[in-house]
């Protein structure tokens, strides 16, 4: 079993939908959990991050982690086209630990 | 890109010949680390470096060495390239170990024919 696992995708959406996107974990000792948005041909950029369970908003974007249920999500309100790109969750347990990131799903926001 | 540029940003080459990567910052951080992006396998860690002359391995280090004589840089070398090699290459710095906030460069691109 993979210790991050991530919804394939891709994912196509209408313009203004709301999108979800999930990842569920294996390592319960994992406590920091990151999402990255990679734009085409670019690095990824962090996105948002949360410590231990409970959501996280900062605009259109929020980050919640069900760390009962080994679960993270995000949610994007009133997508946009320019929110067209591979989202990749990350996590990991503590400060010396590595990041260990899943797979990333493509979203494509159709205007 | 928070001050990181790799070179080269594209690169073709053949099965077995020796292949340098490097990534440079301008802001003396102390971590530096080198992803390899796959489809299917999302990044995946190959070194890292927590100082001048320190480095470490990740989960897929095999074929790869790195090396980091001053902190601005750190370059990462395919001692005889392999077709498994083909892969976008991605450098990333955090400011503090194992930083949640790493900052990434814009990759390299490398194809090994």
Not at chain 1, 25 to 37: D, E, G, K, L, V
Not at chain 1, 91 to 107: C, D, E, Q, V
């Amino acid at each position: 079993q993979k210790e991050v696992e991530q919804d394939p995708g891709p994912l196509s959406v209408p313009e203004g939908a709301i999108v979800s996107l999930n990842c569920t974990y294996s390592n319960s000792a994992f406590q920091y959990f990151m999402w990255y948005r990679q734009y085409s041909r670019k690095g990824p950029e962090l996105l948002m991050y949360t410590y231990s369970s409970g959501n996280k908003e900062d605009g259109r974007f929020t980050a919640q982690v069900d760390k009962s249920s080994k679960y993270i999500s995000l949610f994007i309100r009133d997508s946009q086209p320019s929110d067209s790109a591979t989202y990749l969750c990350a996590m990991r347990a503590g400060a010396n630990s590595k990041l260990t990131f899943g797979k990333g799903i493509t979203l494509s926001v159709r205007p | 890109d928070a001050g990181i540029t790799q070179s080269p940003r594209h690169k073709v080459t053949e099965t077995g010949t020796p292949v340098t990567l490097r990534c440079h910052q301008t802001e003396n951080h102390r971590y530096m680390y080198w992803y390899r992006q796959d489809p299917g396998h999302g990044l995946r860690l190959i070194h890292y470096s927590y100082g001048v002359k320190d480095t470490d391995k990740g989960e897929v280090s095999d074929g790869y060495s790195v090396s980091r004589s001053k902190t601005e840089d750190f370059l990462l070398t395919l001692e005889s390239a392999t077709s498994s090699q083909t892969s976008v290459y991605f450098c990333a710095i955090s400011v503090t170990t194992w930083g949640y906030e790493q900052y990434f460069g814009p990759g390299t691109r490398l194809t090994v024919t």
